[in-house]
């Protein structure tokens, strides 16, 4: 199939490549020149702004927004709407607030836009490994987009949707509501994970209990949990190649950022009034960090730059 892919970031630039390889025809833009050139020499048609990204490609269109939730999304969004015609569609793979969904397909479709929200999870590790995929909006329109949601899914034959990575969740927004949650899980998930080996971590300090002072092997714990463990998991191999490089973590501060999905799942929480202490522990965590990091903030900074290549904030 023929799409272009706005925003060519981290997962832009792999989505558009994982296309690529499975013989899909991506015209791509984004505001950095040089990601545009990249991509270009790898066989994508790269467009100089919006509007000759629409013209590059033909009706019916599919335009794939990779940017950052919030402001630059939104008007990206309305931009597209005001240069697509009647039955192309827009596919926001951020990480929106999912009522931003809802509120935009409503808008586009006063003009016959059609829109998608896919809730993308994969990290700079989703070109080799695949994503998965978590899609909002009309089912005629994600079976239209299906060729796509399939390359970039880990796949397999013979499987179910699900089963190769990819699920159509229901309405618009939905696909987001639901990333939205699992976001949320991988916070606990992360903490969880800091917080144990941030014992094991004090174990070996001078000044712990003489009964139990053990001068323990990080790595090589994390790398035993993941072999034949209840607890293992992709989170805990990446947290195993962090600590074997570097036990003591010393290339991060602990300063932990959050994305807003951990956020906007505990307002929902709260809407619902479902009990989710765990998920808000995770979250206000990340908020002490940012004041007095410890050993465990160190870790999930590396696993968060481990499977998203996010960078710790520089701190003057």
């Known amino acids: 199939m023929q799409l272009g892919v706005v925003g060519l970031g981290r997962m832009g630039s792999n989505i558009a490549r994982r296309l690529m390889r499975k013989g899909h025809d991506c015209v791509v833009y984004d505001i950095n020149p040089s990601a545009r050139t990249s991509l270009a020499a790898e066989g994508a048609r790269p467009a100089e702004g919006l509007a000759a990204l629409v013209r590059l490609i033909s009706a019916p269109r599919i335009i794939w927004v990779m940017l950052p939730a919030g402001e630059i999304t939104e008007a990206a969004v309305a931009e597209l709407g005001e240069q697509l015609q009647a039955d192309d569609t827009i ?126 092997n990080l790595a090589e714990v994390a790398e035993v949990w993941r072999h034949g463990s209840v607890i293992s998991s992709w989170l805990l191999d990446l947290t195993a190649l962090a600590l074997r490089q570097d036990q003591e973590l010393s290339a991060f501060s602990g300063h932990v950022e959050d994305s807003g999905e951990g956020r906007w799942s505990l307002i929902t929480a709260i809407d619902q009034a479902v009990s989710a202490p765990v998920l808000a522990a995770a979250l206000f965590a990340r908020f002490r960090s940012r004041g007095n990091s410890a050993y465990a903030d160190k870790l999930l900074s590396a696993m968060r730059h481990r499977f998203g290549g996010h960078l710790e904030p520089k701190v003057d």
């Not at 229901?170 to 998930?189: D, Q, R």
């Not at 971590?201 to 009964?211: E, I, Q, S, T, V």
């Open 91 to 216: 596919i926001d793979g951020g990480n929106s607030f999912f009522k931003d969904d809802a509120r935009r397909a409503k808008t586009l479709a006063k003009r016959g836009i059609h829109y998608l929200d896919v809730g993308t999870s994969g990290g700079v590790w989703g070109l080799e490994r695949g994503f998965c995929l978590m899609v909002g909006g009309e089912e005629r329109i994600f079976e239209r987009a299906e060729p796509i949601l399939e390359a970039l899914s880990p796949g397999g034959p013979g499987l179910s949707r699900a089963e190769q990575g990819y699920i159509y969740c229901g309405a618009p927004g939905s696909g987001h509501f639901v990333k939205m949650v699992h976001n949320a899980v991988e916070y606990g998930l992360m903490q969880a994970y800091a917080e144990g080996f941030d014992i094991l971590h004090k174990a070996g300090a001078a000044d712990a209990p003489r009964d139990g002072r053990f001068d323990l």
